[in-house]
């Protein structure tokens, strides 16, 4: 921040300049989040005829369903007319929603845009952000009482948002990543540390520290290194593919205590998984398969994912029902993500968006027409011209200056329009 010298000697601060560019800037881009947010849901008509909406904006309202009541949602067309005056919290987008607006959890209120709702929406998830608490540590957002600056992350799976630094693993600087699965999400969704291994932002690879390592690819058994060096494998825990039980049956058989003598060695029941894991992978055609076949670990973190990520995921008839299983099919829809959301929320803006030249444009014959858009690309051209020394300069733009600019720019016109001269035939 720049300061001056007062008379006595003494830096006195100014306050923070902030030139138009700036405030241009800052302005298309809440105008693109609130497109990206909002463009792609219905702000006139309730969401519910809908039935489960694949993805929407949504509000849970505190007037009507404080914290010790049951936990409910309601659409955006019913945010502006039955909520209006209400104390309402924003919870951003969620999937597969159903608007709650006067149902059995409103006892004083009947939605004016559809009042015709069953009782209750049975397949809703509900979770504390309806109750305006976020994150492990179930607090609201902004906090008025957390002095840290941090953003808050969105988990892909659960939709509930984090601080970044209550996620285990810091975020990306960059802001690189597309979608983040949380820490609770990877453990209870535990096949997605074999793809972070090969598909993270920040790759998660296996390490011969102590940790917990997935070395022969089958399913979540545990080899934790035992003191005298060795590696000694758990038992198979329940989410290990059918096809793969029965040759870890044969395998452990035949198993030997024989230890690693280095971190790149494998021993024969590790060479014995790979190949049969790269077997069945040949003959099943699962992804999934092959990268647990390689050396990954597990961590107790949060992941970051890049875009497209989620394309890279198995989709053979075994990974599709375990995605059934844990209910995350929704990993496999393209179209499920935030980013697809605000796209078509972007798209279906701009479409709707009336052009007020244009409509002025429509309304004049040809001859008025050529005169208009000269005249506007005049402005255009000279203004940007105009604006761009002040953003050179990093000046701020005061209201005499843009007087100053019109003035000219009038005189100028009236100089082209004096010089003409007009011919009859």
């Known amino acids: ?233 758990s038992a198979l825990k329940e989410d290990v593919p059918e096809h793969g039980k029965d040759a870890v049956k044969e395998v452990k058989a035949e198993q030997t205590n024989e230890p690693c003598t280095s971190s790149s060695s494998e021993s024969g029941l590790q060479i014995a998984f790979k190949n049969q894991h790269l077997s069945t992978e040949s003959q099943s055609g699962c992804k999934l398969q092959e990268l647990k076949a390689k050396q990954f670990i597990k961590k107790d973190t949060a992941t970051y994912w890049p875009v497209n990520w989620r394309s890279k995921l198995c989709t053979c008839e075994d990974c599709m029902k375990m995605y059934g299983d844990l209910d995350v099919l929704f990993l496999t829809d393209e179209h499920d993500t935030v980013l697809a959301y605000e796209n078509k929320g972007k798209v279906d803006q701009a479409a709707d968006r009336r052009d007020p030249l244009m409509d002025t444009l429509n309304s004049m014959n040809r001859v008025q027409q050529v005169e208009l858009i000269c005249e506007y690309n005049d402005l255009k051209t000279e203004l940007k011209d105009y604006l761009k020394r002040f953003a050179d300069e990093g000046t701020v733009v005061k209201r005499e200056d843009i007087q100053q600019f019109f003035e000219e720019f009038q005189s100028k016109k009236r100089r082209r329009v004096d010089g003409m001269q007009y011919y009859c035939s």
């Open 1 to 233: 921040m720049a300061g001056a010298e007062d008379p006595a000697g003494r830096q006195s601060e100014l306050e923070p300049v902030v030139s138009l560019v700036d405030v241009l800037e800052e302005d298309e881009e809440l105008e693109n989040e609130a497109c990206a947010v909002l463009g792609g849901s219905d702000s006139e008509k309730c969401s519910y005829s809908q039935g489960s909406v694949k993805r929407q904006a949504l509000y849970a309202c505190s007037t009507c369903t404080p914290e010790g009541e049951e936990p409910a949602g309601i659409c955006l067309a019913c945010s502006y007319e039955c909520h209006g005056s209400h104390k309402l919290f924003e919870l951003y987008t969620k999937r597969n929603f159903r608007c709650d607006c006067g149902n059995n959890k409103f006892k004083n209120l009947e939605c004016k845009l559809f009042p015709d709702k069953a009782k209750i929406n049975s397949g809703n998830k509900y979770n504390d952000n309806f109750f305006g608490l976020y994150c492990i540590c179930k607090r609201p957002y902004p906090d008025p009482e957390d002095e840290i600056p941090d953003e808050m992350i969105q988990c892909v799976v659960c939709e509930d948002w984090f601080h970044g630094r209550h996620l285990g693993a810091i975020p990306p600087e960059s802001g690189d990543f597309q979608e983040m699965v949380c820490q609770a999400c990877m453990k209870r969704c535990s096949f997605l540390w074999a793809y972070a291994a090969q598909l993270a932002v920040t790759k998660v690879t296996a390490e011969d520290d102590g940790l917990v390592l997935n070395v022969d690819g089958i399913g979540d058994q545990e080899v934790i290194k035992s003191e005298n060096g060795t590696h000694q494998d």
